[in-house]
């Protein structure tokens, strides 16, 4: 079995996407512009704010009006972290296994750390967490090993014997640079301008209790 068992936050532990797209949303009609659908934005949720901004205004992060909406997005997100956002059906079964079996399991997350942890701390997470990385914590975020390496070193763990699951191309990237077992998880965002496939991971599950199946192994 590993030592530990981590998880990307939006798209992979928990279905953050109704409550960033209500946001995105509400900043649309403060700006008098219809709303994008839901359906349009999910997929750009692993991009956060860039992605966000990007399909419901066309800006890039270099575009002058960016960084006023950006900081208005955070403030209106902040006042919505977790009001549509549940775990993923299953992720709730998984987490209880994991710990019956004396498995450690945190997140890391390129959101922001004063936002992912009080967002799990809404979820009933904060306790149960060995560790919460945002893409703040490390000196780089992912598709970089840095946060990755920082949650074993929290946890007393041995990358080598992690597990890694990710919605993201990068999360992929950042669990092979540090060694870990890679997971890539078919149910979320898929933000990736690549197909799942092509991501190299070590296995794709549909479902979050599929990862116990590579618990088990020894």
């Not at 900081?71 to 977790?82: D, G, I, K, N, V």
């Not at 703040?136 to 840095?146: G, L, V």
Request: hydrophobic share 45%.
């Amino acid at each position: 079995m590993p030592d530990a068992v981590f998880f990307d936050l939006d798209g992979t532990l928990a279905d953050t996407a109704p409550d960033l797209a209500g946001t995105l949303n509400r900043l649309q009609a403060e700006h008098g512009l219809v709303p994008t659908p839901f359906e349009t934005l999910r997929p750009q949720v692993s991009h956060g704010v860039r992605g966000m901004l990007g399909t419901g205004f066309g800006l890039a992060p270099d575009a002058p009006a960016y960084p006023a909406l950006a900081a208005r997005f955070l403030a209106l997100y902040t006042e919505s972290l977790c009001v549509d956002t549940r775990l993923f059906p299953g992720m709730a079964e998984l987490l209880d296994s994991l710990e019956a079996r004396g498995i450690t399991w945190g997140i890391v997350t390129n959101k922001a750390e004063r936002f992912a942890r009080p967002l799990v701390d809404a979820l009933g997470l904060g306790s149960r967490s060995v560790c919460i990385v945002g893409g703040d914590t490390a000196p780089r975020a992912k598709p970089f090993p840095d946060p990755l390496l920082h949650a074993c070193k929290a946890a007393g763990v041995t990358p080598g014997r992690c597990i890694y699951v990710g919605d993201d191309i990068r999360d992929i990237k950042a669990g092979k640079a540090a060694g870990m077992l890679t997971l890539a998880a078919a149910y979320g965002y898929l933000g990736s301008d690549q197909p799942i496939e092509a991501w190299t991971a070590d296995a794709i599950i549909e479902h979050p209790l599929e990862i116990l199946s590579f618990v088990e192994r020894d």
